[in-house]
């Protein structure tokens, strides 16, 4: 006759299985790993719970000391980042920081990655010193971000010190010196190639690994056919760098768009180059609206889940037609 209980035989005691090899490897893990997850939530984790819900409450300077206690506003903290001159569309044909930092993520998105492409494409053929050249290219990146934009600042001055001014002054191509950080639009196109300058090393590393790993072979049989070097490009190197570069573009979108050293360090935010990201600052430490920072911080954050479900969702069409 069976009775209700489960003999020892059938089932290991808790006590076994608290002693066993597979229980002892699992509480390994989970010390080896509690460092990092602790040091994750500290950093990373806590923050972002944080900030959304500063972003939910009026916080200012009045009543940080006492941050948990803020009143509750909704999305009023919201709707005073949107309304704000300076984050859509500030007048007189002048773009706003939310319409700014589409623009300028996008374009030097698109720049760095054309010339990282030409660079890798360079860097690919067989020539003297390829080593040091290759090393000599990763310049811009490895530089500390201060030091390359005071180089800048240094060589855009507007006084007829300034490197450029010099040099254009001295060919009789300008009479005058000209401010060129501090000139709408012409400021903006100065970030936008300073950033395409800075980080194309890291897509040229990129797209160098994958160009060295396409089988020689292809481009042997597109010989053998008569192809041409535009053709071996556009039929065979193009199609075997197609996932290399849409990773590329969207690693370094979400890069530049979060991107606040780059613009604070060359123009400040201003003259047309006002970010999400400066804003955001703007908002926060120099206005002492936090709430306000944090509301404005979200509305990048969402801006890039949006950009990143496009993406993913032209990635899988792409992937099923292949």
Same mark, same amino acid.
């Given at each position: ?7 020892p ?13 597979q ?8 010390r ?5 997850a ?6 990373v ?21 006492d941050?948990?206690?803020a009143?509750f506003? !909704? ?16 007048g /007189?044909?002048?773009m /706003?920081?939310?319409v700014?930092?589409i623009?300028?993520?996008?374009t ?13 494409l360079?860097?690919n053929?067989?020539?003297r010193?390829? !080593? ?8 811009p ?7 390359v934009?005071?180089?800048w ?7 007829p010190? /300034? ?8 060919? !009789?191509?300008?009479d ?5 950080l501090?000139?709408? /639009?012409l400021a903006?196109?100065?970030v936008i ?7 194309f ?7 160098l ?5 396409i089988d ?8 053998? &056919? !008569?192809?041409?070097t535009?053709?071996k ?16 573009f ?14 604070f360090l ?21 206005l002492f &609206?936090?709430?306000v ?5 979200m ?9 990143l ?9 792409s992937?099923?037609?292949?």
């Open positions: 006759m069976t009775t209700g209980t489960t003999s035989t059938t089932r290991p005691s808790s006590r076994r299985r608290w002693h066993s090899l229980a002892q490897e699992a509480r390994l893990a989970w080896l790993i509690l460092p990092t602790l040091i994750v939530f500290g950093l984790v806590f923050p972002a719970i944080f900030s959304i819900w500063i972003s939910f409450h009026k916080v200012g300077l009045g009543n940080l000391n941050v948990f206690h009143p506003v !909704g999305l009023e903290n919201y709707r005073r980042a949107v309304t704000d001159f300076a984050f859509v569309w500030q /007189g044909g002048n /706003g920081a939310y700014t930092s623009v300028y993520s996008f030097s998105t698109i720049l760095t990655i054309i010339i990282g492409l030409v660079a890798a360079l860097l053929q067989p020539f010193a390829r !080593g040091l050249s290759r090393a000599i290219f990763l310049f990146y490895v530089a500390p971000i201060v030091s934009a005071f180089v600042r240094w060589i855009l001055d507007p006084r010190s /300034g490197v450029l001014n010099d040099i254009l002054m001295r060919l !009789g191509v300008i005058l010196p000209l401010a060129y501090s000139t709408r /639009g903006l196109i100065l190639a300073f950033t395409g300058w800075r980080y090393p890291f897509a040229m590393l990129m797209i690994a994958r160009l060295q790993a020689g072979t292809l481009y042997e049989a597109a010989d053998v &056919d !008569g192809a041409n535009w053709q490009f556009r039929h065979i190197t193009m199609p075997e760098l197609r996932y290399v570069v849409g990773a590329l969207l690693l370094r979108l979400i890069w530049t768009f979060n991107k606040f050293d780059d613009i060359l123009t400040g935010g201003g003259f047309g180059t006002n970010v999400l990201p400066v804003l955001t600052y703007q908002f926060s430490f120099r &609206d936090f709430g920072g944090a509301a404005t911080a509305i990048l954050l969402l801006t890039l889940v949006v950009f479900v496009i993406y993913v969702g032209m990635f899988m069409r992937t099923e037609e292949v």
